[in-house]
């Protein structure tokens, strides 16, 4: 018996969930914009599936904010996952949503946790995203400078 190879390839004891990736991608963004902004992560059972919903939001503008999208997976399996978007994404593959496709536009598949790794930096990193962060932190630093100095970006 001694003799058989170990054949399972690279399995890593480290895996977590998309919800939980995700919160970690919410704390990010709060210490990148010095609060400014935060990120909340909500996750529903809708339609037989999770679903894990990540929305912007602005504090000092009432808590105004945005989803930007979702995932869905199935209950105790989230990998793998689809990510639903309303635009497009630049150098991924994605494919227009089904009509029962929890409202969004576009679908892009995750396998695992590596291909959510590969696909979240071309999501936030996107020119509607950027553009959503860059008008939530200028209003925030409008309504902020009437009773303090704005926040720093990036800090």
């Keep these: 018996m001694d003799n058989i190879p170990d054949l399972w390839g690279d399995v890593k004891a480290t895996a977590v969930t998309p919800a939980h990736v995700l919160r970690i991608q919410a704390n990010h963004l709060k210490r990148k914009t010095g609060g400014l902004l935060?990120?909340?992560?909500?996750?529903?059972?809708?339609?037989?599936?999770?679903?894990?919903?990540?929305?912007?939001?602005?504090?000092?503008?009432?808590?105004?904010?945005?989803?930007?999208?979702?995932?869905?997976?199935?209950?105790?399996?989230?990998?793998?996952?689809?990510?639903?978007?309303d635009f497009f994404v630049q150098e991924v593959d994605w494919f227009p949503a089904s009509n029962d496709d929890f409202d969004f536009e576009y679908q892009i598949n995750?396998?695992?946790?590596?291909?959510?790794?590969?696909?979240?930096?071309?999501?936030?990193?996107?020119?509607?995203v950027q553009t959503t962060?860059?008008?939530?932190?200028?209003?925030?630093?409008?309504?902020?400078?009437?009773?303090?100095?704005?926040?720093?970006?990036?800090a």
């Excluded at 995750?110 to 509607?128: A, E, I, R, W």
């Design 110 to 128: 995750v396998g695992s946790q590596s291909d959510l790794m590969d696909v979240l930096p071309k999501v936030f990193q996107s020119p509607q």
């Design 133 to 154: 962060l860059e008008s939530l932190i200028a209003s925030s630093n409008e309504v902020a400078a009437e009773g303090r100095e704005p926040a720093a970006v990036g």
């Design 38 to 85: 935060e990120a909340t992560v909500q996750s529903y059972d809708e339609d037989g599936r999770k679903l894990v919903r990540f929305e912007v939001v602005a504090p000092v503008l009432g808590r105004v904010g945005e989803v930007l999208f979702a995932i869905s997976h199935d209950p105790g399996k989230p990998y793998p996952a689809v990510l639903h978007i």
